[in-house]
């Protein structure tokens, strides 16, 4: 059974910084490409960033070089570090992952960036 668990969420102020942490299980975590996605209030869920098996990442534009994402394959567990956030980065993020044809999904992190 996949398990998607994403932690590391909260309240942060404008240029603040937070670690997001996504914990997988059911799957071999080292052969599977990894996201993130977010959504906010009111809009469709998008897509922020993957990595590759091979540690290849790739980025929305508008995240600007903030963000940045990594694994952890000895923990199963993919990480997005989110710095120099503004207010326009509230959202709810979530992990992703495409093993054996089907999508998974976590439950979502809320992250809230506000002063």
């Known amino acids: 059974q996949v398990q998607l668990v994403e932690s590391g969420g909260g309240l942060v102020q404008p240029g603040g910084s937070l670690r997001l942490s996504c914990a997988v299980s059911?799957?071999?975590?080292?052969?599977?490409?990894m996201s993130w996605f977010r959504q906010a209030p009111g809009n469709e869920r998008a897509w922020v960033a993957s990595?590759?098996?091979?540690?290849?990442?790739n980025y929305d534009a508008s995240m600007n070089g903030r963000f940045m994402i990594s694994r952890d394959n000895a923990k199963n567990t993919e990480y997005l570090q989110m710095n120099s956030l503004k207010p326009e980065d509230t959202a709810v993020y979530y992990c992703?992952?495409?093993?054996?044809?089907?999508?998974?999904w976590g439950q979502g992190t809320q992250v809230t960036v506000s002063s």
């Open positions: 990595i590759t098996t091979t540690g290849s990442t």
């Open positions: 992703n992952v495409r093993w054996a044809g089907r999508g998974y």
């Open positions: 059911g799957f071999t975590f080292s052969s599977a490409s």
